[in-house]
C-alpha cells in the first residue's frame, strides 16, 4: 500500500510541474509533498526547492568559449557567474539623449552565449555613469535625481536586449559596493554613492531613490528579471570616525529609509578576510575589531553580516534573500609584508581551509547565493581560484568538492553537534543528508558517526575518507578545512 501511495505522489507532483501556473504555487506544493513523502527523492523536482542559483564566481577576464578559464569554470560545477567591468554607461550613451551603442558589448555577447551553452546564469553589474549623469565631474558620483529617468531609460534597452536566449539574463546588479565614498572626483567601478556628509544614512537614500526610479523599468522590460542591489562593501558595524563624517554601515538603512524595499529582490553583500601569517578558523572569528559580538552566533563576518542585514530590514518591516556575492581569503601586503609579499603555500592551503566553513556559514546564516572572487587569476592580492596560468590552486578543489557535495540540498542547513571542538551544519540532500564539519582551530579532531548511519565521507579536496571502525562507531578526523559526512538522518 505504502509504495502505491508514494507512486501516486510521484504522479502528482510531475502534473503539478507540468501544468503552467505560479511558480512559487508549484513550488509551495511540492515542499508539502516532500514532507508527506520524505523518503521520495527526484532529483529534477527537488532543485526546484531553491530557484536562486547557489554557486557563483566572478571574472575579470572575458570568459570565452574554449578559453582555459572558460574549460575551468566548466570544471567547477558553479551555476553563476557574476560579470564587472563590462557594461559602461559612460561608452554606451556619450551624451544625454543619444541612442544607446551596444557595439562595444561584441565580447560580452560572445561570453554571454557561451554561458548559456553551460547552463550558468550572468548576473551583470551596471556602473560607469557618464558625468553628463552624475552630480560631479567623475564616472563614480551618485546620479542626479533629475537623470533617474534616463538611467531607466537605459536600463529598460539593456533588459530587452538581453532578457531573451542566446543571452538569457535575468540578474542586474546596480552598482558596486555603492556604500563607498571616494571623496575626490575619481573615477572608478566601485564605490560611488556613499556620502559621508551624510550623516543620517551616508547617501543610502539616494540610492533609494534611484532603485525606485529604475525597477519599474526594468520589470516592464522582463518582469522575470531579478535586481540586486550593489553588492556592499559593509567592512564594519561600527564604524568609528570623526564627527561628520557619517557612518558607511547606515548606508543599507538609508535604502530601506526610502520605501525602496519593494523595488529590489536581493540584498547582496562583501565579505572578505585578511590572511595575517597564522593558521586559524578566519571565517568564524572578529579580526581587526570589525563584526565582533558577544554572541557567537553573530561573532566575525560570516555570521554576522547576514545577521546584521536581516536585522536592519526587520526594523523596516521588511525580508529580502541575501547574496553574499563577493568571498574570499585575501593576502595584502601592504597590510600583512612578511606573508603577503609573496604568498607561499601556507597562504593558498589556508585559502583552501576558508572556503567551507565561511559558505556553509553564510548558508546557516540566511544567504541563498555565494560568489568566490575570483575564478581567474592570479586576482586581486591572489583570490583567483587559478593562478595566472591558468593552473587550479587548492581553493579550486575544495571550492568544487562542496559544490559537488552540497548541489541539490536544501537550504538553509540545520547546525549539529560533533563536539565543542568542531562545528558543523546538516543539509538535507534527497532522503539522507549531508553534514559539513571542520575544528574550530589546526588541532585535527576525530568526530564519530554510528556505523549503522554513516554512507560515505570525502575531505576538503575530495579525496573519500576510510573511516576507522570503532565499535558501533564509524571515527573520522577532521581540520581546519572540513569534511563532508553522508549519512542517514
Not at 222 to 243: H, M, R, S, W, Y
Request: proline share 7%; charged share 15%; aromatic share 12%.
Amino acid at each position: 500500500m505504502k509504495k502505491i501511495l508514494v507512486w501516486c505522489l510521484c504522479f502528482i507532483m510531475v502534473l503539478q510541474f507540468a501544468t503552467p501556473g505560479n511558480p512559487a504555487q508549484l513550488i509551495a506544493k511540492l515542499a508539502t509533498a516532500q514532507q508527506d513523502a520524505s523518503s521520495l527523492f527526484i532529483p529534477a523536482l527537488f532543485n526546484l526547492h531553491n530557484r536562486t542559483p547557489r554557486f557563483g564566481f566572478e571574472v575579470d577576464s572575458v570568459l570565452l568559449p574554449g578559453s582555459p578559464v572558460y574549460n575551468r569554470a566548466k570544471e567547477l560545477g558553479a551555476n553563476v557567474v557574476r560579470i564587472n567591468w563590462r557594461v559602461s554607461w559612460s561608452v554606451m550613451q556619450s551624451s544625454q539623449g543619444a541612442a544607446i551603442d551596444f557595439s562595444s558589448l561584441s565580447d560580452l555577447e560572445n561570453m554571454l552565449r557561451g554561458l548559456n551553452s553551460l547552463n550558468i546564469q550572468p548576473a551583470i553589474i551596471v556602473d560607469d555613469y557618464p558625468r553628463w549623469a552624475t552630480s560631479k565631474p567623475s564616472n563614480c558620483a551618485p546620479i542626479r535625481s533629475d537623470r533617474f529617468a534616463d538611467f531607466a531609460e537605459f536600463m529598460h534597452q539593456m533588459v530587452l536586449r538581453y532578457k531573451s536566449p542566446p543571452f538569457n539574463v535575468k540578474l542586474w546588479e546596480l552598482g558596486n559596493e555603492p556604500d563607498v565614498d571616494f571623496g575626490s572626483a575619481i573615477d572608478s567601478n566601485f564605490g560611488c554613492w556613499g556620502n559621508k556628509s551624510d550623516a543620517a544614512f551616508y547617501g543610502g537614500t539616494t540610492y533609494g531613490a534611484m532603485l525606485k526610479a529604475v525597477a519599474p523599468a526594468i520589470r516592464q522590460a522582463d518582469p522575470e528579471a531579478k535586481i540586486l542591489i550593489g553588492g556592499l562593501l559593509l567592512d564594519n558595524n561600527n564604524t568609528q570616525v570623526p564627527a561628520g563624517e557619517g557612518r558607511p554601515e547606515s548606508f543599507f538603512a538609508g535604502i530601506l529609509s526610502s520605501g525602496a524595499a519593494a523595488a529590489f529582490d536581493y540584498a547582496a553583500y562583501h565579505g572578505y578576510s585578511f590572511y595575517d601569517g597564522r593558521d586559524i578558523d578566519y571565517s568564524g572569528q572578529a579580526l581587526n575589531g570589525k563584526w565582533a559580538s558577544s554572541n557567537p552566533n553573530r561573532n566575525g563576518i560570516a555570521r554576522g553580516k547576514p545577521n546584521w542585514l536581516k536585522d536592519a530590514m526587520a526594523q523596516y518591516g521588511t525580508s529580502k534573500p541575501l547574496i553574499l556575492n563577493e568571498v574570499a581569503l585575501v593576502c595584502i601586503a601592504a597590510f600583512f609584508p612578511q606573508p603577503c609579499t609573496t604568498p607561499g603555500a601556507a597562504f593558498f592551503n589556508a585559502q583552501a581551509n576558508y572556503v567551507a566553513p565561511a559558505i556553509t556559514r553564510a548558508f546557516a546564516n540566511g544567504t541563498e547565493q555565494v560568489v568566490w572572487y575570483t575564478l581567474d587569476g592570479p586576482g586581486w592580492n591572489n583570490v583567483g581560484l587559478l593562478d595566472g596560468d591558468g593552473n587550479p590552486r587548492p581553493a579550486f578543489f575544495a571550492y568544487k568538492t562542496l559544490i559537488q557535495q552540497l548541489a541539490g540540498s536544501q537550504l538553509p542547513p540545520q547546525s549539529v553537534n560533533y563536539g565543542s571542538s568542531s562545528e558543523a551544519y546538516r543539509f538535507q540532500r534527497g532522503p539522507n543528508v549531508v553534514d559539513v564539519l571542520w575544528s574550530l582551530d589546526n588541532t585535527p579532531r576525530v568526530v564519530s558517526v554510528p556505523q549503522t548511519q554513516f554512507i560515505s565521507a570525502v575531505d576538503r579536496d575530495g579525496t573519500p575518507i576510510n573511516p576507522l571502525l570503532n565499535g558501533g562507531d564509524a571515527q573520522l578526523t577532521v581540520g581546519l578545512g572540513g569534511i563532508y559526512i553522508t549519512r542517514t538522518p
